[in-house]
């Protein structure tokens, strides 16, 4: 499968996230429920990356590559906690459209820090993500 599949299938997945945590976060504490989430994720991420990957490699990783990692955990921790918050006092379907401007940061920030260039079509694009999340949002 090419990356547009697993993008596609992540898009899925994501939803089904919003939605399963809605339900979830219901009657649970938002930390909590990410917690205990968080602990479901970390389970299967080493369950796949030790049955697919090569965990053997652990040690041959440098400490940039460490941090970096570290770093996103960290992003990734932070976003999940403020997204279960959302969730707990949202709709999702509310919530949802206004987690993916995501994808705008990811534009904006990819430009300075990875070096990827803003194309017109990236600018409409991101423009137009920007508009329907709004759209979502607030409109009833």
Same mark, same amino acid.
């Given at each position: @499968? &090419?990356? @547009?599949? #697993?993008?596609?299938?992540?898009?899925?997945?994501?939803?089904?996230?919003? +939605?399963?945590? /809605? /339900?979830?976060?219901?009657?649970? !504490?938002?930390? $909590?429920?990410?917690?205990?989430?968080?602990?479901? *994720?970390v *389970?299967?991420? #080493?369950a796949?990356? +030790?049955?697919? &990957?090569r965990?053997? !490699?652990l040690?041959?990783?440098d400490? /940039?590559?460490?941090a970096l990692?570290?770093?996103?955990?960290?992003?990734?921790?932070?976003? #999940?906690?403020?997204?279960?918050?959302?969730?707990? $006092?949202? =709709?999702?379907?509310?919530?949802?459209?206004?987690?993916?401007?995501s994808? *705008?940061? *990811?534009?904006?920030?990819?430009?300075p $820090?990875?070096? !990827? =260039?803003l194309? $017109?079509g /990236?600018i409409? &694009?991101?423009?137009?993500?920007?508009?329907?999340?709004?759209?979502?949002?607030?409109?009833?």
């Amino acid at each position: @499968m &090419g990356w @547009m599949s #697993w993008a596609l299938l992540s898009a899925l997945f994501a939803a089904l996230t919003a +939605i399963l945590a /809605k /339900k979830g976060v219901a009657h649970v !504490e938002p930390n $909590l429920a990410t917690a205990i989430r968080t602990t479901v *994720v970390v *389970v299967f991420a #080493w369950a796949i990356a +030790i049955a697919f &990957g090569r965990p053997h !490699e652990l040690g041959s990783l440098d400490r /940039k590559t460490y941090a970096l990692l570290a770093l996103s955990g960290i992003a990734t921790g932070l976003s #999940w906690i403020c997204y279960f918050r959302a969730l707990s $006092l949202g =709709q999702a379907s509310k919530v949802a459209p206004v987690d993916k401007l995501s994808v *705008v940061f *990811v534009l904006l920030l990819a430009w300075p $820090l990875l070096g !990827e =260039q803003l194309s $017109l079509g /990236k600018i409409l &694009g991101a423009g137009l993500i920007a508009a329907g999340a709004i759209v979502l949002a607030v409109l009833p």
